[in-house]
Nanobody
Framework: VQLQACGGGLVQAGGSLSLSCAAS????????MAWFRQAPGKEREFVGC????????YYADSVKGRFTISRDNVKNTMYLQMNSLTPEDTAVYYC???????????????????????WGQGTLVTVSS
């Protein structure tokens, strides 16, 4: 699968930004999808993931209540709506996916980056104070 993330940019603290991740080359509805982020000098961290039909979503505690993940299997796109942004949210945001043939059940292991075998190129989100 090819993943293309976009929507990053510069936003002031307290503002909102929406990212999208477009998939091609696969049946998108067969893919467990996730967002990760990597801040300068830090390791990549889990943001959230969404099941194949969008019925189950996990969030990192740091973004719970502020970020919303969704997907549109007709448009082959996953979204990340980010509200109440803080400078600590500054990072490169990556979308990732793994096929259902490899991961037939969504568990809390979906929070681990090692589970995913397809990654987008990343989009930079900068939150100014």
């Amino acid at each position: 699968v090819q993943l293309q993330a976009c929507g990053g940019g510069l936003v002031q603290a307290g503002g909102s930004l929406s990212l999208s991740c477009a998939a091609s080359g696969v049946t998108f509805s067969n893919y467990l999808m996730a967002w990760f982020r990597q801040a300068p000098g830090k390791e990549r961290e889990f943001v959230g993931c969404i099941s194949w039909n969008g019925g189950r979503i996990y969030y990192a505690d740091s973004v719970k209540g502020r970020f919303t993940i969704s997907r549109d299997n007709v448009k082959n796109t996953m979204y990340l709506q980010m509200n109440s942004l803080t400078p600590e949210d500054t990072a490169v945001y990556y979308c990732a996916g793994v096929g259902r043939s490899k991961v037939p059940i969504m568990s809390y292991q979906a929070m681990g980056a090692n589970l995913y075998d397809s990654w987008g190129q990343g989009t930079l989100v900068t939150v100014s104070s």
